[in-house]
């Protein structure tokens, strides 16, 4: 454990990329704290610039909302999102991908067509087709990203299983006279765990720009105020005020930089032997 | 298996994957709170009683699901794809109209990123370690992590607003009336800006993509053997390294397909470009779902189609494959 | 014979980090005329860095600190990176260990050959191919105008390994480097391309520098042999001298862990039979597509046999022999199609998956990979443990039992506590050893279990699996490709070709007089082997 976190520290991005999500974590955490108010609620004449008024230093908005309440609040949106959405993308995958790579046979074949299907449709059309149909709220987003995300995690961890299955000290294993589930949750997918890991870091931050897109569309859960809303909110005055655009758009920027700092940093700390260096 | 073998079982399988997609769309139509018929005639319930009830009929809304199945499946089989009320004309006919503006934006913007994506990759590998290298791939990063609809509007800021030097939006500049030359430049001024923006975080893909495989191929044994029949460099370079070295990135390029048509969603929405991404916002606003469905068919259609090139492209580029693996 | 290259005082540097300083130092020695040299030295005695560091081909960052290499008037080390160029390929050719990965997956062989002439500048198009085909024919490939227009895949290990060689002879080198050439092949197949070379050598009058760790190779080959161990040379001189007189201890430790061609006399084992396979047949079958054809390969065609309590069946055979999978069919790890399999009268083949759980006490194996065969993320202890615990065993009692073996196979009962990581490959095969005992089994089968270690660790673990056998009257199932493994570790000897039992019967009967042809053949293969007189049974 203590050799993980020396590696992964040595790595800067990561550390970098670390603290960037402690900021933004501590922001969404205590945004009822900093701006206890509702963002939607209007507080000033629209179009104030930053530093303008006190207590409001990032200016208010085209209907006078306080710009930094509705960033810190998106920023909870976004975190909430993309780890919950992520979770259920996991929830799915993993055994999934874990019992096709396992059992191999009509067991794979099915798993795979199933995920191949899902593999063709285009993510994001997909994710716009699930939340138009099912009404744009929280849930159905969440639900929606989760649908088109996991996929990926499928195909790895089978890959993974079945890298591992052919492994000799899972052949020990069933010598032992373990049970073929035993083999699987106890030997073979602890093994396969850095992968995954990494893989869910990266998840969430694609996660986020799902969501974001979302709502910039317009797709969006209309009692939540999210970042990619903002931005959509902004397009029709970004000649007079551009900042309204900008600035959540750095926001999603640094978010999603950091959390794939970290899967990199996570990355090079769990496969010391895969330097970056290419040697 | 021969080519046209592979060619024929990828087309099967196509096929079965759209019906399935068209099987999706009619449960999720069916799926969508309210009323079908009036789901189907969009505008909320707007739209009036006698067009409700033709639909109602025309869909047999009123009969077992199964029937409502049958109608709907075999009136796609027969390429209609529904009319939309919003718009007045056949479904089919509204998104044909604006395919072609689709791709040509999609396929430029896939070139450029592969194009783009390679080059940089490849010189970041060969630099690997120095800060040039931190550089290009710290650019790719950033674009890999940006919001491409942020990147289009920023770009739109920059270069439309502030410099005045390209197009905000649209296709062509309207009423000039510009013929041959002239419309052609005109043409890729309107082109540039959206292209580039949708090709970007594309190119981070590849450029990082192809940095690793290049890294990772440097390594092998046969690339030694390269070297200790005395080769230079950059014969090693070309023939062995990067020919070995693109292989994944071709499958890449397969699987980013889906993302690309997503991509141009949100592309052609910021830049009101006329393609099958926007007409798919406004069908959103509009709650056309016709349409909405019609244009996520044809998009997964695009991708189907696009992955089944590329899997022929690996075949013909990988001879290992062809021969159905090892003797 | 005049002397071709001059190697003075050769130092090489590791990065920062690794296990020591200098990779190589205090290297000097010559290379004559129309001679083999062989270096041998175990793994990380930096035989492979010397070669590498002659053709310019050393690793980013690894360099050579001081020495020169005296070759054709000019020092090597000195040259510019030009010069160099110009050299390998042309004047040095060099050959690698992994045929598999050694040629460029996407080329033909032909081009690949022809490429050797393109960079040194010779000859037309139309002359590099008929030179490329000549040399193809020279090297013995069959079918030389197909395979130059093979991509490698198409070929076997044996046949890419002749095209390495063609590809290293194109311009007729002075000096040709061979860096363990033969260690991924067959041991028929060694024996051809050894053949192979030791003709071209004589041929071209070339100087060939042979790298390996196999003693039986070099008394097959050498001229002169040069011992390394840890970066410096400890012995040199001819062949004779070395092999019969080693002035050096490491040299006569190393000759010594070799197990040696003299075939012990062994009493035939007279007791009643603890396995019995009857009739075991396994096919694989690989499903055709829509339009690829079926194909399939016989793994085990109708093997019988039956191993004696206490007795040591030696299973020998190629790749592709099917020894493993006679091993593996017998603990099931494999599902044989037909077949009996009698431990002590119960059919193992017969029993459903749960009575086989808890029938897995009974046979236990031990794997060949030192580096795959232990769960990394487990300690010790419970990969030791943990089949007596499934089979019902008290945790405590298991426990206990599992330190006790460790020391039984020569380590401490605190390495219970330790992960798999810590431990080095002979270590890891003891824990496999322990881990197999732990189940108290009827019958062990050892696959290849000592095939990935080093010689000597090799005789150590040897020496550690008859000591038990010795001790416990363990019966034991020994699947090997080495034949003096074979030889000194087994009472009995079944020899399998392409999933058929060629023959079977005691060691010394089979060894001095081989009744199968292919046997004779096998025998004959292996490099410097002599099978000598049979001694009395050592103790």
């Given at each position: 454990?203590?050799d993980?976190?020396?590696?992964f520290?040595?790595?800067?991005?990561?550390?970098?990329?670390?603290?960037?999500?402690?900021?933004?974590?501590l922001?969404?955490?205590?945004?009822?704290?900093?701006?206890?108010?509702?963002?939607?609620?209007?507080?000033?004449?629209p179009?104030?610039?930053?530093?303008?008024?006190?207590?409001?230093?990032?200016?208010?908005?085209?209907l006078?909302?306080n710009?930094?309440?509705?960033?810190?609040?998106?920023?909870?949106?976004?975190?909430?999102?993309?780890?919950?959405?992520?979770?259920?993308?996991?929830?799915?995958?993993?055994?999934l991908?874990?019992l096709a790579?396992?059992?191999?046979?009509?067991?794979?074949?099915?798993?795979?067509?199933f995920?191949?299907?899902?593999q063709?449709?285009?993510?994001?059309?997909?994710?716009?087709v699930?939340?138009?149909?099912?009404?744009?709220?929280?849930?159905?987003?969440?639900?929606?990203?989760?649908?088109?995300?996991?996929?990926?995690?499928?195909?790895?961890?089978r890959?993974?299983?079945?890298?591992?299955r052919?492994?000799?000290?899972?052949d020990?294993?069933?010598?032992?006279?373990?049970?073929?589930?035993?083999?699987?949750?106890?030997?073979i997918?602890?093994?396969?765990m850095s992968?995954i890991?990494?893989?869910?870091?990266l998840?969430?931050?694609?996660?986020?720009?799902?969501?974001?897109?979302?709502?910039?569309?317009?797709?969006?859960?209309?009692?939540?105020?999210?970042?990619?809303?903002?931005?959509?909110?902004?397009?029709?005055?970004?000649?007079?005020?551009?900042?309204?655009?900008?600035?959540?758009?750095?926001?999603i920027?640094?978010?999603?930089?950091?959390?794939?700092?970290?899967?990199?940093?996570?990355?090079?700390a769990?496969?010391?032997?895969?330097?970056?260096?290419g040697? | 298996?021969?080519?046209?073998?592979?060619i024929?079982?990828?087309?099967?399988?196509?096929?079965?994957t759209?019906?399935?997609?068209?099987?999706?769309?009619?449960?999720?139509?069916?799926?969508?709170?309210?009323?079908?018929a009036?789901?189907?005639?969009?505008?909320?319930?707007?739209?009036?009683q006698?067009?409700?009830d033709?639909?109602?009929?025309r869909?047999?809304?009123?009969?077992?699901l199964?029937?409502?199945?049958?109608?709907?499946?075999?009136?796609?089989l027969?390429?209609?794809?529904?009319?939309?009320?919003?718009?007045?004309?056949?479904?089919?006919?509204?998104?044909?109209?604006?395919?072609?503006?689709?791709?040509?934006?999609?396929?430029?913007?896939?070139?450029?990123?592969?194009?783009?994506?390679?080059?940089?990759?490849?010189?970041?590998?060969?630099?690997?370690?120095?800060?040039?290298?931190?550089?290009?791939?710290?650019?790719?990063?950033?674009?890999?992590?940006?919001?491409l609809y942020?990147?289009a509007?920023?770009?739109?800021?920059?270069f439309?607003?502030?410099?005045?030097?390209?197009?905000?939006?649209?296709?062509?500049?309207?009423?000039?009336?510009y013929?041959g030359?002239?419309?052609?430049?005109?043409?890729?001024?309107?082109?540039?800006l959206?292209?580039l923006t949708?090709?970007?975080?594309f190119?981070?893909?590849?450029?990082?993509?192809?940095?690793?495989?290049?890294?990772?191929?440097?390594?092998?044994?046969?690339?030694?053997?390269?070297?200790?029949?005395?080769l230079a460099?950059?014969?090693?370079?070309?023939r062995?390294?990067l020919?070995?070295?693109?292989?994944?990135?071709?499958t890449?390029?397969?699987?980013?397909?889906?993302?690309?048509?997503?991509?141009?969603?949100?592309?052609?929405?910021?830049f009101?470009?006329?393609?099958?991404?926007?007409l798919?916002?406004?069908?959103?606003?509009?709650?056309?779902?016709?349409?909405?469905?019609?244009?996520?068919?044809?998009?997964a259609?695009?991708v189907?189609?696009?992955?089944?090139?590329?899997?022929?492209?690996?075949?013909?580029?990988?001879?290992?494959?062809?021969?159905g693996?090892?003797? | 014979?005049?002397?071709?290259?001059?190697?003075?005082d050769?130092?090489?540097?590791?990065?920062?980090?690794?296990d020591?300083?200098?990779?190589?130092?205090?290297?000097?020695?010559?290379?004559?005329?129309s001679?083999?040299?062989?270096?041998?030295?175990?793994?990380?005695?930096?035989?492979?860095?010397?070669?590498?560091?002659?053709?310019?081909?050393?690793?980013?960052?690894?360099?050579?600190?001081?020495?020169?290499?005296?070759?054709?008037?000019?020092?090597?080390?000195?040259?510019?990176?030009a010069?160099?160029?110009?050299?390998?390929?042309?004047?040095?050719?060099?050959?690698?260990q992994?045929?598999?990965?050694?040629l460029?997956?996407?080329?033909?062989?032909?081009?690949?050959?022809?490429?050797?002439?393109?960079?040194?500048?010779?000859?037309?198009?139309?002359?590099?191919?008929?030179?490329?085909?000549?040399?193809?024919?020279?090297?013995?490939?069959?079918?030389?105008?197909?395979?130059?227009?093979?991509?490698?895949?198409?070929?076997?290990g044996?046949?890419?390994?002749?095209?390495?060689?063609?590809?290293?002879?194109a311009?007729?080198p002075?000096?040709?480097?061979?860096d363990?050439?033969?260690?991924?092949?067959d041991?028929?197949?060694?024996?051809?391309?050894?053949?192979?070379?030791?003709?071209?050598?004589?041929?071209?009058?070339?100087?060939?520098m042979?790298?390996?760790?196999?003693?039986?190779?070099?008394?097959?080959?050498a001229?002169?042999?040069?011992v390394?161990?840890?970066?410096?040379?400890?012995?040199?001189?001819?062949?004779?001298e070395?092999?019969?007189?080693?002035?050096?201890?490491?040299?006569?430790?190393?000759?010594?862990?070799?197990?040696?061609?003299?075939?012990?006399?062994?009493a035939?084992?007279e007791?009643?039979p603890?396995?019995e396979?009857?009739?075991?047949?396994?096919?694989?079958?690989?499903?055709?597509?829509?339009?690829?054809?079926?194909?399939?390969?016989?793994?085990?065609?109708?093997?019988?046999?039956?191993?004696?309590?206490?007795?040591?069946?030696?299973?020998?055979g190629?790749?592709?022999?099917?020894?493993?999978?006679?091993?593996?069919?017998?603990v099931?790890?494999?599902?044989?199609?037909?077949?009996?399999?009698?431990?002590?009268?119960?059919?193992?083949?017969?029993?459903?998956?749960d009575?086989?759980?808890?029938?897995?006490?009974?046979?236990?194996?031990?794997?060949?990979?030192?580096?795959?065969?232990?769960?990394?993320?487990?300690k010790?202890?419970?990969?030791?443990?943990?089949?007596?615990?499934?089979?019902?065993v008290?945790?405590?009692?298991a426990?206990?039992?599992?330190?006790?073996?460790?020391?039984?196979?020569?380590?401490?009962a605190?390495?219970?506590?330790?992960?798999?990581?810590?431990?080095?490959?002979g270590?890891?095969?003891?824990?496999?050893?322990?881990r197999?005992?732990?189940m108290?089994?009827?019958?062990?089968?050892?696959?290849?279990?000592v095939?990935a270690?080093?010689?000597?660790?090799?005789?150590?673990?040897?020496?550690?699996?008859?000591?038990?056998?010795?001790?416990?009257?363990?019966?034991?199932?020994?699947?090997?490709?080495?034949?003096?493994?074979?030889?000194?570790?087994?009472?009995?000897i079944?020899?399998?070709?392409r999933g058929?039992?060629?023959?079977?019967g005691?060691?010394?009967?089979?060894?001095?007089?081989?009744?199968a042809?292919?046997?004779?053949?096998?025998?004959?293969?292996?490099?410097?082997?002599?099978?000598?007189?049979?001694v009395?049974?050592?103790?």
């Amino acid at each position: 454990m203590m050799d993980f976190m020396k590696r992964f520290a040595r790595n800067r991005g990561a550390l970098l990329g670390l603290l960037i999500l402690i900021v933004v974590v501590l922001l969404a955490v205590f945004a009822p704290l900093l701006f206890p108010q509702s963002p939607w609620k209007m507080v000033q004449r629209p179009f104030l610039p930053p530093f303008a008024a006190d207590g409001l230093p990032l200016g208010t908005d085209t209907l006078g909302r306080n710009v930094a309440a509705g960033l810190v609040h998106g920023a909870r949106v976004s975190l909430i999102v993309g780890l919950v959405s992520t979770a259920v993308a996991l929830l799915i995958g993993v055994p999934l991908g874990a019992l096709a790579g396992f059992y191999g046979g009509w067991v794979d074949e099915g798993a795979m067509r199933f995920t191949e299907f899902f593999q063709t449709i285009p993510s994001f059309a997909l994710a716009i087709v699930l939340v138009a149909i099912l009404e744009p709220h929280l849930t159905s987003i969440t639900l929606a990203i989760a649908i088109v995300s996991w996929p990926p995690v499928a195909r790895l961890v089978r890959a993974e299983v079945m890298s591992l299955r052919g492994r000799e000290f899972v052949d020990a294993a069933r010598l032992a006279g373990l049970s073929n589930l035993r083999i699987l949750f106890g030997h073979i997918l602890p093994n396969a765990m850095s992968p995954i890991i990494v893989m869910a870091s990266l998840m969430v931050a694609t996660a986020i720009l799902l969501e974001s897109s979302l709502s910039f569309l317009g797709l969006g859960d209309p009692n939540i105020m999210s970042w990619g809303y903002m931005i959509g909110a902004a397009r029709t005055v970004i000649r007079t005020a551009w900042w309204l655009s900008f600035i959540p758009g750095v926001a999603i920027l640094l978010t999603v930089l950091a959390l794939n700092l970290i899967g990199e940093g996570l990355n090079d700390a769990l496969n010391p032997r895969l330097a970056r260096k290419g040697r | 298996m021969t080519l046209l073998a592979a060619i024929l079982t990828r087309a099967a399988k196509a096929a079965i994957t759209l019906l399935l997609i068209v099987v999706l769309n009619f449960f999720l139509i069916h799926a969508a709170p309210g009323d079908p018929a009036a789901v189907m005639a969009g505008e909320n319930g707007a739209a009036d009683q006698i067009y409700i009830d033709q639909l109602r009929e025309r869909f047999g809304l009123d009969q077992p699901l199964y029937v409502q199945f049958y109608k709907y499946v075999g009136g796609v089989l027969q390429l209609d794809l529904g009319y939309s009320y919003r718009q007045q004309m056949p479904v089919l006919d509204l998104i044909l109209d604006r395919l072609p503006a689709t791709l040509l934006l999609t396929l430029t913007a896939f070139g450029m990123s592969l194009l783009l994506g390679i080059v940089f990759g490849l010189a970041a590998a060969a630099r690997v370690g120095r800060w040039s290298d931190s550089a290009i791939t710290g650019m790719a990063l950033l674009f890999y992590a940006t919001p491409l609809y942020w990147v289009a509007l920023m770009a739109v800021l920059l270069f439309s607003v502030q410099l005045n030097w390209l197009p905000a939006f649209g296709y062509e500049t309207v009423g000039a009336g510009y013929t041959g030359f002239a419309m052609v430049l005109d043409r890729l001024e309107h082109l540039v800006l959206p292209a580039l923006t949708l090709g970007l975080f594309f190119m981070a893909v590849y450029l990082r993509m192809t940095r690793s495989s290049v890294l990772e191929v440097s390594q092998m044994d046969f690339v030694k053997t390269a070297r200790a029949k005395g080769l230079a460099e950059g014969i090693i370079r070309r023939r062995h390294i990067l020919r070995n070295a693109l292989l994944p990135v071709v499958t890449l390029a397969g699987l980013q397909a889906g993302q690309l048509v997503g991509g141009a969603v949100l592309t052609e929405t910021v830049f009101a470009w006329p393609g099958i991404g926007r007409l798919m916002f406004d069908s959103l606003t509009a709650r056309d779902y016709n349409t909405l469905l019609g244009v996520f068919l044809v998009s997964a259609a695009m991708v189907i189609l696009f992955n089944i090139v590329t899997d022929i492209v690996y075949r013909l580029i990988d001879p290992r494959i062809a021969a159905g693996g090892a003797a | 014979m005049s002397t071709v290259l001059s190697i003075r005082d050769l130092a090489i540097a590791l990065p920062a980090g690794a296990d020591r300083e200098l990779a190589v130092q205090n290297i000097t020695f010559d290379l004559a005329e129309s001679e083999i040299l062989c270096v041998v030295g175990e793994s990380g005695s930096g035989k492979s860095m010397t070669a590498n560091a002659l053709m310019g081909l050393l690793p980013d960052l690894v360099h050579v600190t001081q020495g020169s290499a005296e070759f054709e008037g000019r020092d090597l080390l000195a040259l510019p990176e030009a010069q160099r160029r110009a050299l390998r390929g042309d004047r040095i050719g060099m050959i690698f260990q992994e045929p598999m990965s050694a040629l460029n997956p996407l080329m033909r062989i032909g081009d690949q050959i022809a490429e050797v002439y393109e960079a040194h500048d010779r000859y037309t198009p139309a002359e590099r191919h008929d030179r490329a085909l000549a040399l193809i024919k020279e090297v013995g490939l069959p079918d030389p105008e197909k395979i130059i227009r093979a991509y490698p895949f198409q070929l076997s290990g044996g046949q890419r390994q002749r095209a390495m060689i063609a590809m290293a002879l194109a311009l007729d080198p002075a000096i040709l480097i061979a860096d363990e050439p033969t260690t991924a092949l067959d041991v028929t197949t060694q024996a051809q391309i050894l053949e192979l070379i030791k003709t071209i050598q004589k041929r071209h009058g070339m100087a060939v520098m042979f790298i390996t760790h196999d003693f039986g190779v070099v008394a097959e080959i050498a001229d002169r042999v040069i011992v390394m161990r840890y970066g410096e040379i400890v012995e040199q001189g001819s062949a004779a001298e070395v092999l019969e007189a080693p002035q050096h201890d490491y040299t006569r430790a190393l000759l010594e862990a070799i197990p040696s061609d003299s075939v012990p006399e062994t009493a035939p084992v007279e007791a009643a039979p603890v396995l019995e396979v009857r009739d075991l047949r396994k096919t694989y079958v690989t499903s055709g597509g829509m339009f690829k054809p079926k194909r399939s390969v016989t793994a085990i065609d109708g093997v019988s046999f039956t191993i004696a309590k206490g007795e040591v069946l030696g299973i020998v055979g190629e790749s592709g022999s099917g020894k493993s999978t006679v091993g593996r069919s017998i603990v099931r790890l494999v599902e044989a199609d037909s077949g009996q399999i009698l431990l002590d009268g119960e059919d193992m083949n017969a029993l459903s998956p749960d009575q086989l759980r808890h029938a897995r006490r009974r046979v236990q194996m031990i794997f060949q990979d030192p580096y795959a065969s232990l769960n990394p993320r487990k300690k010790i202890l419970s990969a030791i443990s943990e089949g007596p615990i499934t089979q019902g065993v008290p945790v405590a009692e298991a426990h206990a039992r599992a330190r006790e073996l460790l020391q039984t196979v020569g380590l401490e009962a605190s390495a219970a506590e330790r992960y798999p990581h810590e431990f080095s490959g002979g270590q890891r095969q003891r824990i496999g050893i322990a881990r197999a005992l732990a189940m108290d089994p009827d019958l062990i089968i050892a696959d290849e279990a000592v095939s990935a270690l080093d010689v000597s660790i090799q005789a150590q673990v040897l020496e550690l699996l008859r000591d038990l056998q010795q001790r416990l009257g363990l019966s034991l199932m020994f699947i090997t490709h080495d034949l003096r493994v074979a030889a000194q570790l087994c009472d009995r000897i079944a020899v399998m070709q392409r999933g058929r039992l060629i023959e079977i019967g005691p060691v010394s009967e089979v060894f001095l007089t081989p009744q199968a042809e292919y046997t004779r053949n096998l025998l004959a293969a292996v490099p410097g082997a002599d099978w000598g007189d049979t001694v009395a049974a050592t103790g």
